[in-house]
């Protein structure tokens, strides 16, 4: 004897509409108004609609008897966001002598209190791509033959983000899960990009063991070594930092190839770690001790004839 299979799918039914035919509801006292509404237009929504279409559905409630808007076929439950740009899209295309896009839509039949639950769970339990994550995508466009500027108008971000992004994928398994736990930011782990992958993991070590490890870090490292200064007074003033966490943080700089060698060298003589010997090894550097010294000496000569 043969058993029918039972299906488990259920079938679902997606429309294509014009996006000003879907009523979004900006009275706070109806039902699925969403505070959303107000936000300002998303314009990299707008570009990304205008280049590939739209093709995430928008969930919409038919309108009963006695309570449809005027021409619109049914009200937004979800996907407000999607309407209005694809609304100013289309705006850009038709003026641009272009087609419009049409939105994908699901119409549901629930009662209030469910839809008001799809209305919230749509933002709610939306979960945004780590930056890894984001990166691999881009590697996945480009290996696709996306162009650059497809690239750029998908994930919303200029050109320097996207290349920045690009680096990221020459990071060994122990930084990039670093990077997805938070031990440490991107942009501290970019210098490391061009490392081999024991050295970007020795790396890795040194920064979480020293606190460097996120951009606010790297700009307070950078303030500390004269890199930025505070203006007080109206006048700019190096900021005042211990000798002993300058020479360790030159001493990290330099282990990260941030410093050349001369560069360190430098620093620890103006910290006074190095004597004049030592810095005489920079190219250049001994002329420039010698006409200082020079010059204290005239300038004292011409004092005592004084």
């Known amino acids: 004897m043969v058993v029918a299979e039972q299906k488990s799918e259920q079938r679902m039914n997606i429309y294509s509409v014009d996006p000003c035919?879907?009523?979004?509801e900006t009275d706070e006292g109806q039902p699925y108004y969403d505070p959303r509404v107000k936000l300002p237009l998303d314009k990299r929504l707008v570009e990304s609609i205008k280049r590939f279409g739209c093709f995430k559905s928008v969930v919409l409630t038919r309108h009963t008897s006695g309570s449809a808007v005027d021409g619109m076929v049914g009200t937004v439950v979800a996907g407000r966001?999607?309407?209005l740009a694809a609304r100013e899209a289309n705006a850009q295309l038709l003026a641009e002598g272009?087609?419009?896009v049409r939105v994908p839509v699901i119409f549901v039949k629930e009662d209030e209190a469910t839809l008001a639950g799809i209305m919230v769970a749509e933002n709610e339990l939306r979960r945004d791509d780590d930056i890894i994550t984001s990166a691999e995508k881009v590697g996945l466009m480009q290996k696709a033959g996306a162009t650059d500027a497809d690239i750029e108008v998908a994930f919303g971000l200029k050109a320097d983000a996207i290349k920045n992004r690009v680096k990221l994928l020459r990071l060994g398994a122990k930084v990039k899960a670093a990077i997805r736990s938070g031990k440490i930011g991107s942009y501290a782990a970019l210098g490391w990009c061009?490392?081999?992958i024991p050295e970007q993991e020795a790396a890795l070590e040194q920064a979480l063991a020293t606190g460097v490890s996120s951009r606010r870090d790297l700009i307070e490292?950078?303030?500390a070594t004269g890199a930025t200064a505070a203006k007080v007074g109206g006048k700019k003033k190096p900021r005042t930092v211990p000798k002993k966490r300058l020479y360790a943080l030159c001493k990290w700089a330099t282990k990260e190839q941030w410093l050349t060698k001369e560069a360190r060298l430098l620093l620890e003589w103006v910290l006074g770690q190095a004597d004049d010997d030592d810095a005489k090894r920079i190219n250049g550097f001994g002329a420039f001790l010698?006409?200082?010294?020079?010059?204290?000496?005239?300038?004292?000569?011409?004092?005592?004839k004084s």
């Open 21 to 24: 035919a879907a009523h979004v």
């Open 81 to 83: 966001q999607t309407i």
């Open 98 to 100: 272009r087609e419009a």
């Open 194 to 196: 061009d490392l081999s």
């Open 221 to 223: 490292q950078r303030q």
């Open 290 to 304: 010698d006409r200082e010294t020079n010059a204290k000496a005239a300038k004292k000569k011409k004092a005592a």
